[in-house]
Structures are given as C-alpha cells and as structure tokens.
C-alpha cells in the first residue's frame, strides 16, 4: 500500500511539473505558425532542398530506385498496378487539384469570381501566359530538331506557384490567390489538352466514354440534391481510374469531381466546405512536400550547363521568366480595357505581373512535357537543368518583386499617415 501511494504521490508531481511548464510556455506562436498559410509553402521549399541533396548524393540512385517500385494490383480486367511516382503524380495529385477545384467552385458560387467578368480574367491570362512562352520558344528552336518541346513553357506548377506565393501572407492581397490558383488550372487544362492533342500515341475512347458517363452521373446526383458525400467520392473514384486508362492525365479528374460537390451561397456548412476542410491540411502537410520529394530529385550533370546556352535551354528560360510575365500581363489588360474582365478585387496592374512571374515556375508539369517531346537523352537532361533553373529565377523574382510592393504600399501609408497628423498639428 505505501509503495502504491508512493508511486501516485510522485506521478501526481510529475503531471503537475508538466502543467507548470505548458502554463509558463506560450504555445501560441507555434499553433498559430502550424496554421498559417506560410507553413506549407515552408515545407514544400524543404522538400524540394532535401530532394535535390539526395539526389546529388550517394543514396540517390538507391531513392530512384525506391520511386519505380511497383505497388498495387493488376489482372486481366483491372490494371491498378504503377511505380510509386505514378502513384504520387497521378494518385495524390489528384487531391490536390481536388481541393484547388473546390476553391475554385467556391469563389466561382460566391466570391472573386462570382460574376463573369471577373471569373474571365484568368481565363485571358492563362492564354496569354500559354500563347506567347510557346512563340518565344518556338523563334529560338524554329527549324531545329528541338522545335517538338514548343509546349515546354506553356505550363505552369500549380502547386508550386501557390507555395511560393503563400509565403507572402497577408503581405497580398487575398484575391491574388484565387486568381493564380483559376490561371494555373486554365493554364494545366491547356497543357492536358496539349498533351493529349501532340504528345500522346493514342487515346482510349471507350474509357473516355465511361468517364463522361460517370460524369454525367455526378452532375445528376448534384442536380437531384444528393447531399452526402459518399455518393460523389465512390464514382469520383471511378471516374480517376477511367481517366487514367484513357491517356489523359488522371489529375484533371479532381477538378472534374470537385465541380459536380453540392455547395450552397448560405452560411450553413455545406458538403464542398465541409470536403475542403477535411483534405486542406492532409494536402499541405502531407501530399505536397511528398509530391516535391518525388518530383525534384534532379541529378546535376556536367552536360546541364552546357545545354543552358543552347535554343533548347535559352527557348525555356526565356519562355517561361520573360515570356510567362508578358503574356499573362498583356492577356489580362487587352481583357480588361475590351470591358471583358475586371482585375481581383484590391490588385493593381504590377500584382498581376508578380504573379505572371510565379506563373513562369514551370518544373514538374514542364519537366513532364519535356520527357514526352524528345527521345534524345541529351536533349532531356538539357531541358531538366533549363527548367529547373528558369523556374526558380521565376519563383525568386516573383517573390522579391511582390514583396517590394507591399513594402511600398506600407511606406506609402506610412507618409499619409504622418502628413495627415503635420495638418491636424
């Protein structure tokens, strides 16, 4: 009994040492950084630094290796057997654009872009941003048996793209990520239909056919009022896997399904909201740093820099840092003064050049069209370096330059706010 009472006695103590500690430490500062929009752009830049050092270092070939390693189930009638890349790039992904579809949707029902001539803006911007990188490359690579990758700087990272700019905050305005969120889905669809238009073999009508069939099915069930988002998750399902098999990327099925989630203009919480809260942190936290991991495991060669100076790799770096900028910029303003489209609420003319600038991080998408346009290795390992490097010129430039703005617009209040109190004195 004593030795009882002596272990309670103690394990009381303990807990109230424990209790001291969590009152006299602010945990505060840390709940709040874990939910602010800063951190995932956060561990997504340290994925992508991790990636690369194991990819120039001694276990690199070992992490490739791991990234080709088949998992799943295949036979006669189902085939759902790929590498762990394919299962981040075509599974995972497809979270992703899930999530960035019910935003889009929301914003569509009830926010930036819930008239028509806001919701065209990105429209116009994501063409401009598409039409004048491919020009750009072309006139570099006309003639050449480079002239293939012309669609290489026609895309745009989404995920990236908004990882950059989520490290800005509030430091910009709100509207600006709905707006580079509906560009880089524009500017994706483009490069899928690209893709399958020039760059693939051959598509599979009959899936497609399957997968507008579930589709269809989807727009009923949101048309009839089904609410629960069960009966959208398992077709969605479904509709992934028919999508996949036809030769289209499998990530556009997430925008697809997103759009058919009931949503409501009222407060009340409703199956999009309620789907959006759910996966928000899973894809910030978990799938997008897993995505960089896989996704940025470049190994530098001797061959990368001297690629950098050819049509190959000046196409690039120029289509996508001046090319993307120009094109989205120029887009956005014959768009606005044809009375088209209006800018996002609280952005000036230099925001929508800033985020022309994050439009031109190309990388993955980029990377993914480039392996489909060549079949000379040199040519590949040339237009990987070109990629990588145009995108984080775009990436850090983009960044410095609307983070300059906010800096200037502070000064300025700053000096209203002084000029105003001199006249009150």
Known sequence: MAFSYLIQTYTLKIFSIFACMAQAINLKPFRDFFRSEQIGGIILIFSVFVSLSIANSAVGVGFENLLDVKLGYSSSSLDLEYSLSQWINDGLMAIFFLLIGLEI??????????????????????IGGMFLPAGIYFIFNSNLETTSGWGIPMATDIA?????????????PASLKVFLAALAIVDDLGAILVIAIFYTNELHWLQLLYSAGILALLIGMNYWGVKRLFFYIIPGLFLWYFIHHSGIHATIAGV??????????????????????????????L??????????????????????????????????????PLGVTLFSWIAVKSGLATLPSRASWKHIFGLGLLAGIGFTMSIFIALLSFSNPDHKIEAKFSILLASILAGVSGFIFLLSLNKKRKRRIRKARISSQRKIA
Not at 105 to 126: D, V
Not at 166 to 172: E, M
């Open 105 to 126: 949707k929301r914003e569509i029902i009830e926010g930036e872009l819930s008239s028509p001539r806001k919701a065209s803006m990105p429209i116009f911007a994501a």
């Open 160 to 172: 990236f793209a908004l990882g950059i700019l989520s490290l800005l905050g509030k430091r910009v």
């Open 256 to 285: 697809l399904l997103a759009l058919t989630i009931p949503s409501n203009p009222v407060k009340k919480t409703s199956p999009l909201e309620h789907l959006e809260h759910l996966i928000v942190r899973p894809v910030n936290f």
């Open 287 to 324: 799938i997008m740093p897993i995505f960089a991991l896989a996704n940025t495991n470049i190994r530098f060669e001797n061959k990368m820099l001297d690629g950098l100076t050819s049509p190959l790799g000046l196409g690039i770096i120029f289509g996508l840092v001046i090319g993307k």
